[in-house]
T-cell receptor, first 114, second 112 residues
């Protein structure tokens, strides 16, 4: 069974369009994350939700809006796509507790904006 | 803010050679440390982790890492690499909050 899944795997779209990426985890975790991996492979956190509440919101344009309908899902909606949004977006999940935060990653969504 | 530095951007070596990848972090408090691997076209997978206890931790696929608190380091090692170890390697640090801060990654190319 896939632990963290994302759809779609590939997304090619035109500038100015609005698109969504979906993420689901079946690990029973209470926290989910979105990361962006740029063309140089650098990974940076964008958002995190704990029990459906936003707990991390890094410096990300307002065009990006996460939505967590329940603990098992965290979707990412992007408005007015720009060329610079082209990247691989990874979803992750973890169970917060104690002093650690081991995160499990999804397969990634490669977004290409033309 | 915490930061994570990986010293090597790209490492090229031959099969059976030994590998060591450096990782340093800047946070002074209690940290949890991770090494993730990303094979070409795939997602990140956890290689190993350190939370507490023995500073020498063993992970999957013959990898190990040593936490040296005085040097703020968590270097990754493998005594003898294989062609299949060709991948991107990421060091990551959690300082007890919700964030996982990643280093810039090291590309490892193993020549057959």
């Amino acid at each position: 069974d896939t632990a963290v899944s994302q759809t779609p795997k590939y997304l090619v779209t035109q500038m100015g369009n609005d698109k969504s990426i979906k993420c689901e985890q079946n690990l029973g975790h209470d926290t989910m994350y979105w990361y962006k991996q740029d063309s140089k492979k650098f990974l940076k956190i964008m958002f995190s939700y704990n029990n459906k509440e936003l707990i991390i919101n890094e410096t990300v344009p307002n065009r990006f809006s996460p939505k967590s309908p329940d603990k098992a899902h965290l979707n990412l909606h992007i408005n007015s796509l720009e060329l610079g949004d082209s990247a691989v977006y990874f979803c992750a999940s973890s169970q917060l507790g104690g002093n650690y935060n081991e995160q499990f990653f999804g397969p990634g969504t490669r977004l290409t904006v033309l | 803010a915490q930061s994570v530095s990986q010293h090597n951007h790209h490492v090229i070596l031959s099969e059976a050679a030994s590998l060591e990848l450096g990782c340093n972090y800047s946070y002074g408090g209690t940290v949890n440390l991770f090494w993730y691997v990303q094979y070409p076209g795939q997602h990140l997978q956890l290689l190993l982790k350190y939370f507490s206890g023995d500073p020498l931790v063993k992970g999957i696929k013959g990898f190990e890492a040593e936490f040296i608190k005085s040097k703020f380091s968590f270097n990754l090692r493998k005594p003898s690499v294989q062609w299949s170890d060709t991948a991107e390697y990421f060091c990551a640090v959690n300082a007890g909050d919700y964030k996982l801060s990643f280093g810039a990654g090291t590309t490892v190319t193993v020549r057959a």
